[in-house]
C-alpha cells in the first residue's frame, strides 16, 4: 500500500479488500455480447469510491447500469422512495425502441466479496467468487433471485432537477408535512454546511407520499427546495440518504458533480471518503471533473476511451491526463528530459501510444544541462511538470558526478527532502553501456534486420556491412556514415535504425517503458 497515500485513504483500501460482510463490488467483465457498444469489457474496483471518467459516448452510464444490475435483494430490503422493488434489472436501464436491437447473447461477470455464498462453492460461504448473468438470444436474463443480496441506490441525472420544475411537487406543495426527524439530521446538517460553505442552523425533510422536499434554516431565513440550487438540493438527498440507508449499501452516482462549484466537489469527495469509511458505502460514480478526480487516490480512477469500435479501460490515470482527454487535448503529465534527439528519437519509438501522449521528450544538451534542467524542477515544484531523466549510458560511471551537479544546483534545502534521493529517484540510463547511437547499430535481430533492409531499399548483407562501417566513425557521426552509404536523408536513416533497435531489444525497451510508468504513478499520486 502506498506510503503517501491520505490516512482515510489507506483505511478505505484496507476494509474494501478484506471485509467479506460487506458483499463489495470487486469487478465486472463483460465476457460475451455487446452492451451499447461495450465489448470485451473488464473492470476491478479497488477502493469504495470510484470515478469513471471518459468523453461522451465512451460507455461510462452503461457501466453504472451494470454495477447497479450485480445484485439482488430482499423484499424488506432499503430502497428509494420512489421506486416499487428494493433491486434493480436490466430492464430499468436498457430499454429499446422497436426501431432498436435487444440485448442478447450477452453474458456477464460479477467479481464479489462477500459471505453470502453456498457452501459447496466456498467450504464457509466466505471469500472472493462470481456470479455470471446471462441473456439468451430472443431470451430472459438468467435468475435473477440468485444474485448476492445487496441494497443498492441509483442516483441519475434526475436528481438535479429543481422542484419548482416538477409538475408533481409543485402539484403537491400544500400538502408536504414534516416528517420524522432522524438521529443523525445533525450530521447531514454539517456535512452539507462543510460542503457548500454555508452555516446551516437547521435542517428537515417534508414528505407527501413518496416525495421529499428539504427545508433548511439559515439564521431567520427558512426555505425550501423550491428555492434552493438544483446542486444544493441534490446534495441534501444524498447525503441524506448515506446516513438512511443500511451499512454497505452500494450506491450509483451519474456525474457526481452536478450542480456543484469545484471547491464544493473538493469538499464532497472528502466527506464521501469518510462515509464510506464510518458506514462502509461503496461508491461507484461518473464524472467529468478533474476536481473530483484530483481528490482520489489513483486506484480509484477509471478512464474510458474510445478507439474505433473498442472501448479502452485506462485505470489509475491522472486528473491532469483525463481533463487533457475530455478536452479533445493530451496533456503531458510528466516531462522526461534526455541529452539529444538520438535519445529523444529512442525513448519516443520505445513507447506505446498511450505512454507516448502522457509525456514531453525534451532534448536539453549535454549531461550537465540535464542535471542542472531537472535541479530547476526542484526548485519549481508545484510550478511546473515534475520531471524525469535519462542520461546517455555511458554516463552511467559518471552518477556521483552528475548528482552533484544537480543538488549544487538546487540552491535550497526543502523541509523533510533528501535531495540526493529525489534526483536518484528520478535520475535513468538509455539501454546498453556506449553512447546511444552506437547501441543502436548493433542491435540486429535477424528478422527485423530483414524488415530493416527492405525499408531501406539493400540487402541484409548490404545493410550489416554498412552499419559494422559505420559503427566505427565517432560516435555522433554514426547516423551521417551510414546515409552517405545508403544515399538517403540522415534523418530517414536514423528513424529506421532506431526502429531496428527498439524491435530488436523488446526486453531492454520494456525496462525503459517500465520506469516511465512508475514516474507516472508516482505523479498521479
Given at each position: 500500500?502506498?506510503?503517501?497515500?491520505?490516512?482515510?485513504?489507506?483505511?478505505?483500501?484496507?476494509?474494501?479488500?478484506?471485509?467479506?460482510?460487506?458483499?463489495?463490488?470487486?469487478?465486472?467483465?463483460?465476457?460475451?455480447?455487446?452492451?451499447?457498444g461495450?465489448?470485451?469489457?473488464?473492470?476491478?474496483f479497488?477502493?469504495?469510491?470510484?470515478?469513471?471518467?471518459?468523453?461522451?459516448?465512451?460507455?461510462?452510464?452503461?457501466?453504472?447500469a451494470?454495477?447497479?444490475?450485480?445484485?439482488?435483494?430482499?423484499?424488506?430490503?432499503?430502497?428509494?422512495?420512489?421506486?416499487?422493488?428494493?433491486?434493480?434489472?436490466?430492464?430499468?436501464f436498457?430499454?429499446?425502441?422497436?426501431?432498436?436491437?435487444?440485448?442478447?447473447?450477452?453474458?456477464?461477470?460479477y467479481?464479489?466479496?462477500?459471505?453470502?455464498?453456498?457452501?459447496d462453492?466456498?467450504?464457509?460461504?466466505?471469500?472472493?467468487?462470481?456470479?455470471?448473468?446471462?441473456?439468451?438470444?430472443?431470451?430472459?436474463?438468467?435468475?435473477y433471485?440468485?444474485?448476492?443480496n445487496?441494497?443498492?441506490?441509483?442516483?441519475?441525472?434526475?436528481?438535479?432537477?429543481?422542484?419548482?420544475?416538477?409538475s408533481?411537487?409543485?402539484?403537491?406543495?400544500?400538502?408536504?408535512?414534516?416528517?420524522?426527524?432522524?438521529?443523525?439530521?445533525?450530521?447531514?446538517?454539517?456535512?452539507?454546511?462543510?460542503?457548500?460553505?454555508?452555516?446551516?442552523?437547521?435542517f428537515?425533510?417534508?414528505e407527501?407520499?413518496?416525495?421529499?422536499?428539504?427545508?433548511?434554516?439559515?439564521e431567520?431565513?427558512?426555505?425550501?427546495?423550491?428555492?434552493?440550487?438544483?446542486g444544493?438540493?441534490?446534495?441534501?438527498?444524498?447525503?441524506?440518504?448515506?446516513?438512511?440507508?443500511?451499512?454497505?449499501?452500494?450506491?450509483?452516482?451519474?456525474?457526481?458533480?452536478?450542480?456543484?462549484?469545484?471547491?464544493a466537489?473538493?469538499?464532497?469527495?472528502?466527506?464521501?471518503k469518510?462515509?464510506?469509511?464510518?458506514?462502509?458505502?461503496?461508491?461507484?460514480?461518473?464524472?467529468?471533473?478533474?476536481?473530483?478526480?484530483?481528490?482520489?487516490?489513483?486506484?480509484?480512477?477509471?478512464?474510458?476511451?474510445?478507439?474505433?469500435?473498442?472501448?479502452?479501460?485506462?485505470?489509475?490515470?491522472?486528473?491532469?491526463?483525463a481533463?487533457?482527454?475530455?478536452?479533445?487535448?493530451?496533456?503531458?503529465?510528466?516531462?522526461?528530459?534526455?541529452?539529444?534527439s538520438?535519445a529523444?528519437?529512442?525513448?519516443?519509438?520505445?513507447?506505446?501510444?498511450?505512454?507516448?501522449r502522457?509525456?514531453?521528450?525534451?532534448a536539453?544538451?549535454?549531461?550537465?544541462?540535464?542535471?542542472?534542467?531537472?535541479?530547476?524542477?526542484?526548485?519549481?515544484?508545484?510550478?511546473?511538470?515534475?520531471?524525469?531523466?535519462?542520461?546517455?549510458?555511458?554516463?552511467?560511471?559518471?552518477?556521483?558526478?552528475?548528482?552533484s551537479?544537480?543538488?549544487?544546483?538546487?540552491?535550497?534545502?526543502?523541509?523533510?527532502?533528501?535531495?540526493?534521493?529525489?534526483?536518484?529517484?528520478?535520475?535513468h540510463?538509455?539501454?546498453?553501456?556506449?553512447?546511444?547511437?552506437?547501441?543502436?547499430?548493433?542491435?540486429?535481430?535477424p528478422?527485423?534486420?530483414?524488415?530493416?533492409?527492405?525499408?531501406?531499399?539493400?540487402?541484409v548483407?548490404?545493410?550489416?556491412?554498412?552499419l559494422?562501417?559505420?559503427?566505427?566513425?565517432?560516435?555522433h557521426?554514426?547516423?551521417?556514415?551510414a546515409?552517405?552509404?545508403?544515399?538517403l536523408?540522415?534523418e530517414?536513416?536514423?528513424?529506421e535504425?532506431?526502429?531496428?533497435?527498439?524491435?530488436?531489444?523488446?526486453?531492454?525497451?520494456?525496462?525503459?517503458?517500465?520506469?516511465?510508468?512508475?514516474?507516472?504513478?508516482a505523479v498521479?499520486?
Amino acid at each position: 500500500m502506498a506510503k503517501n497515500l491520505a490516512k482515510v485513504d489507506r483505511h478505505n483500501i484496507e476494509w474494501f479488500g478484506t471485509r467479506d460482510d460487506c458483499a463489495s463490488l470487486m469487478s465486472i467483465q463483460l465476457t460475451t455480447g455487446t452492451v451499447r457498444g461495450l465489448r470485451a469489457l473488464y473492470i476491478e474496483f479497488g477502493y469504495p469510491i470510484t470515478a469513471i471518467a471518459g468523453r461522451n459516448g465512451s460507455g461510462k452510464t452503461t457501466v453504472l447500469a451494470l454495477a447497479a444490475c450485480a445484485f439482488h435483494n430482499t423484499p424488506d430490503g432499503y430502497h428509494l422512495p420512489t421506486r416499487k422493488t428494493t433491486y434493480y434489472t436490466f430492464g430499468d436501464f436498457f430499454v429499446q425502441s422497436h426501431d432498436e436491437p435487444t440485448l442478447d447473447g450477452v453474458e456477464i461477470e460479477y467479481g464479489i466479496l462477500c459471505n453470502q455464498w453456498k457452501i459447496d462453492a466456498f467450504p464457509d460461504g466466505k471469500g472472493f467468487g462470481i456470479q455470471t448473468r446471462k441473456k439468451k438470444p430472443f431470451g430472459r436474463w438468467n435468475d435473477y433471485d440468485l444474485r448476492v443480496n445487496r441494497n443498492v441506490v441509483f442516483f441519475g441525472l434526475g436528481r438535479v432537477v429543481p422542484h419548482a420544475e416538477k409538475s408533481v411537487s409543485k402539484s403537491y406543495r400544500g400538502s408536504f408535512r414534516a416528517g420524522e426527524r432522524k438521529i443523525w439530521s445533525e450530521k447531514v446538517l454539517a456535512i452539507v454546511g462543510r460542503i457548500l460553505g454555508r452555516g446551516y442552523s437547521h435542517f428537515r425533510l417534508d414528505e407527501y407520499g413518496k416525495h421529499r422536499l428539504a427545508v433548511v434554516s439559515i439564521e431567520s431565513t427558512t426555505y425550501s427546495g423550491f428555492n434552493m440550487g438544483a446542486g444544493e438540493d441534490a446534495l441534501f438527498e444524498l447525503i441524506y440518504t448515506l446516513h438512511d440507508c443500511p451499512r454497505a449499501t452500494l450506491f450509483i452516482i451519474d456525474e457526481i458533480e452536478l450542480g456543484l462549484h469545484e471547491d464544493a466537489q473538493a469538499r464532497l469527495i472528502q466527506e464521501l471518503k469518510k462515509i464510506c469509511l464510518d458506514r462502509h458505502i461503496q461508491v461507484i460514480c461518473t464524472t467529468h471533473s478533474g476536481r473530483i478526480l484530483e481528490e482520489l487516490p489513483p486506484i480509484a480512477r477509471i478512464y474510458l476511451q474510445r478507439s474505433g469500435k473498442k472501448i479502452d479501460v485506462i485505470p489509475e490515470i491522472s486528473a491532469a491526463f483525463a481533463t487533457g482527454k475530455l478536452s479533445g487535448k493530451d496533456i503531458a503529465e510528466i516531462d522526461i528530459l534526455v541529452e539529444d534527439s538520438t535519445a529523444e528519437r529512442l525513448v519516443h519509438s520505445a513507447m506505446p501510444l498511450d505512454m507516448r501522449r502522457r509525456v514531453n521528450i525534451i532534448a536539453i544538451g549535454s549531461a550537465a544541462a540535464v542535471m542542472r534542467s531537472l535541479a530547476a524542477r526542484y526548485i519549481e515544484s508545484g510550478k511546473s511538470r515534475d520531471a524525469t531523466a535519462f542520461l546517455d549510458a555511458d554516463q552511467r560511471n559518471k552518477e556521483s558526478k552528475n548528482i552533484s551537479v544537480c543538488t549544487s544546483a538546487m540552491e535550497r534545502q526543502r523541509n523533510g527532502i533528501d535531495q540526493s534521493g529525489w534526483v536518484r529517484d528520478r535520475l535513468h540510463y538509455l539501454p546498453g553501456e556506449t553512447p546511444p547511437e552506437q547501441w543502436i547499430v548493433a542491435q540486429r535481430d535477424p528478422d527485423q534486420l530483414a524488415i530493416t533492409a527492405q525499408q531501406l531499399g539493400c540487402s541484409v548483407d548490404e545493410l550489416a556491412h554498412i552499419l559494422d562501417e559505420s559503427a566505427l566513425a565517432d560516435a555522433h557521426s554514426i547516423f551521417y556514415e551510414a546515409s552517405q552509404r545508403l544515399s538517403l536523408p540522415v534523418e530517414n536513416v536514423a528513424a529506421e535504425l532506431t526502429k531496428l533497435a527498439v524491435a530488436s531489444a523488446k526486453d531492454e525497451m520494456a525496462k525503459l517503458c517500465e520506469v516511465i510508468t512508475q514516474r507516472l504513478a508516482a505523479v498521479a499520486k
